[in-house]
């Protein structure tokens, strides 16, 4: 049943009323509904750092751990530093960032086992400095005797897996349950029932989130003929994700669009949506990127990739042919978990930022100068908040005593 956006947010509102109410039972149930899979409480939480299991192919290791080494080498670099203003008037200010203290991931298991995603998600929580990290996978074809996702955990050194996907993972790790302490905040992708599920819990203030992340989209601006094979791919790539998935061409070249077209006829059933929109101009079509916010955009071509500097919108920007967004995904380095349904008009990417509080700090010593308190003073006595005034002016007088 593919519900509308009213009826599947009161799918997942009583989804997360059960889990509020019931715990565990109530999340293991709509486990056992959804995923076809029966279990107990005490099967549900898994430390992979305590499993012995067979090994992936030396290709396959090689892989994640080309992809570890360079996603942790960007977000070490990425990591923002605290900023101190030097002395002035006996005033120091300060911005610190302190890592979350207890945080949840989800990591999609249904179509795709999506060991990507956890690399994304986890290594910038890592190199954030959260200590406390717990990561909700479906539990289907029993994930503790894959030896991809055995050999990914073990090297991230994830200790604490709750093997439950869908809105019920979402609602019992901001809920929590005996054994499992509730998490502070949840990030990752997921498919629209996951993201309506963190929006909830945000809503009632149970948990902060990431992003709206998901379902998938993708946005490419070109317009060369002989570029079709780079585009066709990527359109093809981004629709593979599920049903609800978003690919589209925006193209000046009516010869270009149309040989896209004939294509689409050749997509998969079950495939994303591919579209191909027609422009007249290339400030048409990023005018059109920018409205849109697409989750990859994608600017292909000599005649279009002038035009980055234009654009202000897109979750990430793929420059150029050979950057197409599975590069994203996987090995380029920053995380794939992206804003989309147009919120990259205000929101940015999972990244170390994500993971961090940033704390403001206001630091005196006992020579400050006077007409900060003065000034202070005069505003608190213009908006009328007598004992603000008087805070400030027992500091002024304290000094004027020295």
């Not at 530093?81 to 008037?89: A, D, K, N, T, Y």
């Not at 960032?97 to 991931?105: A, D, E, N, Y």
């Not at 002038?306 to 996987?330: K, N, S």
């Amino acid at each position: 049943m593919k519900e509308g956006s009213s009826d599947m947010a009161d799918v997942v509102r009583a989804i997360v009323d059960a889990v509020a109410k019931e715990g565990i039972e109530a999340a293991l149930a709509f486990t056992r509904d959804f995923d076809g899979v029966e279990m107990s409480p005490q099967e549900v939480l898994w430390n992979p750092l305590e499993w012995e299991g067979e090994q992936p192919e030396t290709r396959v290791r090689e892989a994640i751990d080309y992809a570890m080494d360079r996603i942790r080498a960007f977000h070490r670099a990425a990591r923002p530093e605290p900023l101190v203003l030097p002395s002035e008037g006996g005033l120091t200010l300060e911005e610190q960032f302190v890592p979350l203290q207890r945080v949840g991931l989800y990591v999609p298991n249904g179509n795709y086992p999506l060991i990507s995603s956890l690399l994304m998600t986890a290594i910038p929580a890592q190199e954030a400095g959260v200590k406390e990290i717990v990561v909700a996978v479906s539990p289907r074809d029993d994930i503790r005797q894959s030896p991809v996702w055995l050999y990914a955990f073990q090297s991230l050194g994830i200790s604490t897996v709750l093997r439950m996907g869908g809105a019920q993972a979402v609602a019992a790790m901001g809920y929590g349950f005996p054994g499992f302490a509730p998490v502070d905040f949840i990030a990752g992708p997921g498919n629209r029932y996951v993201t309506q599920a963190k929006q909830e819990l945000a809503r009632r203030g149970v948990v902060g989130i990431d992003l709206p992340a998901g379902p998938s989209e993708v946005l490419i601006i070109a317009n060369q003929l002989d570029l079709e094979p780079f585009v066709w791919a990527d359109l093809l790539a981004q629709a593979e994700h599920d049903r609800d998935a978003s690919a589209e061409l925006i193209t000046l070249n009516p010869a270009l669009a149309e040989r896209i077209e004939k294509r689409r006829a050749l997509v998969p059933e079950g495939m994303g949506q591919i579209v191909v929109t027609r422009v007249h101009s290339m400030r048409e079509a990023v005018t059109l990127a920018n409205r849109r916010a697409p989750e990859h955009l994608g600017l292909m071509g000599d005649d279009v990739e002038g035009w980055a500097e234009e654009v202000r919108t897109a979750g990430a920007l793929f420059i150029g042919p050979m950057a197409g967004q599975a590069l994203g995904d996987y090995v380029a380095g920053p995380s794939h978990v992206l804003p989309t349904g147009g919120s990259g008009r205000f929101q940015s990417g999972l990244s170390t930022r994500t993971f961090l509080r940033r704390m403001s700090v206001i630091r005196t010593t006992q020579s400050v100068d006077p007409q900060i308190f003065e000034m202070g003073a005069r505003l608190a006595e213009l908006e009328g908040l007598t004992y603000h005034q008087r805070s400030l002016e027992v500091r002024r007088a304290a000094l004027e005593v020295k």
